[in-house]
C-alpha cells in the first residue's frame, strides 16, 4: 500500500510516523520550501501525550516543554479565580499522562526527527487530487504529478484536498486572536509557579501559559466583526490590543505590557461534515475537522487520526475504501462532539456580566474548557480498534 500525505504539518508528520511504525508506505509532499510551524503555544493533553509516547517521544515532552501545576480560569475585573483543576499526581493517575505546555516549532521538529527525510518532498504545492477508484493523483503547481492507492489531505483549514472532495468552505467565527509571547523575567509574579490560566470577560477573553523557563505564551482573543485580509495572519497592533483590555486584571495588563511584538490571527472553523472524502481520498486534522482554539484539542485530535486511521489501514491493507470508512465512523462523532464544544465556548467565555455570566461562575463551569474530562482525557485512540494492534504499540 502507498499513502500519500499532503502537509507536513503536526497531522501529516504523526500520520507519518505512526504509518512508518506500521511498515506502511508513504510519501509526504509539503508546499513550503521546508516544513515549519507557525504560532507559538500548544496543549498536549493526556489523550495526545500517550500517543506521542507510543509513536516515540516518550521523555522528550518533559525535555522541550512545561508541565503546568493547575488550570485556572479567573474573572476578567480583578482575577477572582473561579475554579481550578490541579495537574497534579492524582490528575495523572487518572488520565495516565500528565498534560503539558509546549512551543509548536519544537514539537514539529521533533516528529520532523522521526520522518525519514527521502520521503519528505518540499515545495510541493497539491492544486488538484483525483480519485480513479484503484487509486489517487496528486496533481503540483509545477505540472508534476503522483499516484498512491491513498491520498491523506493533512493540509490544514485551507486544504486543497477538502475542496476536491467536499464543497464547503471555512466560516470566520467573528474572533480574532491576538498571540505573542513574553519574557518570563518581565512577568515574575504572574506566574509563581506555572499554570494555565483563562480570564474570561465580556466579549473577549485571554490565556496564559509558560512554554519553557524562559516564555509565557499570551492569547488574547477579540471580537472582531469582519475580517478583510487576504492572509489569515497579520502583524498586530500592540496599542489596540492593550487598549482592547482597559480596565481588566492587572496580572493581564501586566503580561500585555510585557509583549514586544503581537500576530493577529483570524479564527475559522467549519460545520462538522458528513463525510471527508471518498474511496480513495480522506482527510486528518485541521482538513478534515477545524476547530476554533477554545478546547485546546486541536493538535491531539490530529494525532488520535493519525493512530486510528493507521490502526484501519493495517486492519485492512486490501481495502482502502473499507478502512476510510471505518476510520471516519470511528473519528467524526468524537470530532464533531468537541467542535460542538469549542463553539459553545465561543458563547459561555465571553458573556456579559449579567445573570448567565454570574450562573456560569457560581456553577463551577469556569473550572476549565472541558465540560467532560473523563471523555477527552480518558481516550486512548490506540484502542480504537482492539483487533488491529498497529506499529503505535497500541
Do not use: K
Not at 495516565?96 to 516528529?111: N, S
Not at 500592540?238 to 500585555?256: E, F, I, K, P, Q
Not at 445573570?355 to 473550572?367: L, N
Request: aromatic share 8%; glycine share 10%.
Amino acid at each position: 500500500m502507498r499513502v500519500a500525505i499532503v502537509g507536513a504539518g503536526m497531522g501529516g508528520l504523526a500520520l507519518a510516523v505512526a504509518l512508518q511504525e506500521a511498515g506502511i508506505d508513504y510519501q509526504i509532499y509539503e508546499r513550503a520550501p521546508r516544513p515549519t510551524e507557525i504560532g507559538a503555544g500548544i496543549h498536549v493533553a493526556p489523550n495526545g501525550v500517550r500517543l506521542l509516547t507510543r509513536l516515540g517521544l516518550a521523555g522528550r515532552l518533559d525535555e522541550i516543554g512545561a508541565r503546568p501545576v493547575a488550570i485556572e480560569s479567573r474573572r476578567w475585573q480583578d482575577g477572582t479565580v473561579l475554579g481550578r483543576t490541579p495537574l497534579d499526581a492524582e490528575f495523572e493517575q487518572r488520565y495516565g499522562r500528565p498534560y503539558y505546555v509546549v512551543h509548536r516549532i519544537a514539537l514539529h521538529q521533533e516528529l520532523l526527527r522521526l520522518v525519514q527525510p527521502s520521503r519528505l518532498h518540499c515545495d510541493r504545492t497539491c492544486v488538484a487530487v483525483t480519485d480513479h477508484g484503484d487509486g489517487a493523483e496528486i496533481r503540483f503547481a509545477d505540472g508534476t504529478a503522483v499516484t498512491a492507492d491513498l491520498v491523506v489531505g493533512a493540509d490544514g483549514i485551507r486544504s486543497v484536498v477538502r475542496r476536491a472532495v467536499l464543497r464547503d468552505f471555512p466560516v470566520y467565527s467573528g474572533y480574532v486572536a491576538f498571540r505573542g509571547l513574553v519574557r518570563a523575567a518581565d512577568a515574575p509574579f504572574v506566574f509563581p509557579e506555572p499554570r494555565l490560566v483563562l480570564w474570561l470577560g465580556p466579549e473577549r477573553h485571554v490565556v496564559s501559559y509558560p512554554i519553557s523557563a524562559d516564555f509565557i505564551n499570551l492569547v488574547a482573543v477579540t471580537p472582531v466583526s469582519r475580517w478583510t485580509h487576504d492572509a489569515w495572519s497579520v502583524p498586530g497592533d500592540l496599542d489596540r490590543l492593550r487598549h482592547a483590555y482597559h480596565g481588566w486584571d492587572d496580572s493581564v495588563r501586566t503580561l500585555l505590557g510585557g509583549l514586544t511584538a503581537v500576530t493577529e490571527w483570524a479564527l475559522y472553523d467549519q460545520d462538522p461534515a458528513d463525510s471527508w472524502g471518498t474511496g480513495r481520498v480522506t482527510l486528518l486534522g485541521d482538513a478534515a475537522h477545524a476547530l476554533l482554539p477554545f478546547v485546546a484539542q486541536g493538535a491531539n485530535m490530529a494525532f488520535e487520526d493519525a493512530v486510528v486511521l493507521t490502526a484501519c489501514l493495517r486492519a485492512a491493507p486490501e481495502n482502502v475504501p473499507g478502512a476510510l470508512r471505518r476510520y471516519e465512523d470511528l473519528r467524526r462523532p468524537r470530532t464533531a462532539r468537541i467542535q460542538g464544544e469549542a463553539r459553545a465556548n465561543a458563547v459561555s467565555f465571553h458573556l456579559p456580566d449579567s445573570p448567565d455570566q454570574v450562573a456560569r461562575d457560581s456553577s463551577g463551569s469556569g473550572e476549565n474548557v472541558w465540560r467532560d474530562r473523563d471523555r477527552i482525557f480518558g481516550y486512548d485512540a490506540g484502542a480504537a480498534i482492539p483487533s488491529a494492534r498497529s506499529g503505535t504499540h497500541a
